[in-house]
Nanobody
Framework: EVQLVESGGGLVQTGGSLRLSCAAS????????IAWFRQAPGKEREGVAC???????YYEDSVKGRFTISRDVAKNTVYLQMNMLQPEDTALYYC?????????????????????WGQGIQVTVFS
């Protein structure tokens, strides 16, 4: 059974840091482009970051320079290191795998491209 499980969320003060993890089972993460999305209350889900099979990374403009996506092949896990967190980063964060694609692209506005999703994890930033 294919599964993605997020962890590492929580409550943090403005300017703080969190590291989200996305652990995969049932398939190997290094053969898929993996993306992080987030959905804030009352807003649409948006792409935040992506790492391709060639380890090329993409970021949404508001998180550039603050968030870093990375992959640990041995642990079959993708991480999202989030620094300098702001209240507007508060959202439910999801990881997603583009399992059927060629692994080279990011689709921040096309959720249908992603075949597998985690259950989501809450990140709350307070001032």
């Amino acid at each position: 059974e294919v599964q993605l499980v997020e962890s590492g969320g929580g409550l943090v003060q403005t300017g703080g840091s969190l590291r989200l993890s996305c652990a995969a089972s049932g398939f190997t993460l290094d053969r898929s482009a993996i993306a992080w999305f987030r959905q804030a209350p009352g807003k649409e889900r948006e792409g935040v970051a992506c790492i391709t099979t060639g380890d090329i990374t993409y970021y949404e403009d508001s998180v550039k320079g603050r968030f870093t996506i990375s992959r640990d092949v041995a642990k079959n896990t993708v991480y999202l290191q989030m620094n300098m967190l702001q209240p507007e980063d508060t959202a439910l964060y999801y990881c997603a795998a583009d399992w059927a694609g060629d692994g080279t692209s990011w689709y921040p506005h096309n959720e249908m491209q992603y075949d597998y999703w985690g259950q989501g994890i809450q990140v709350t930033v307070f001032s």
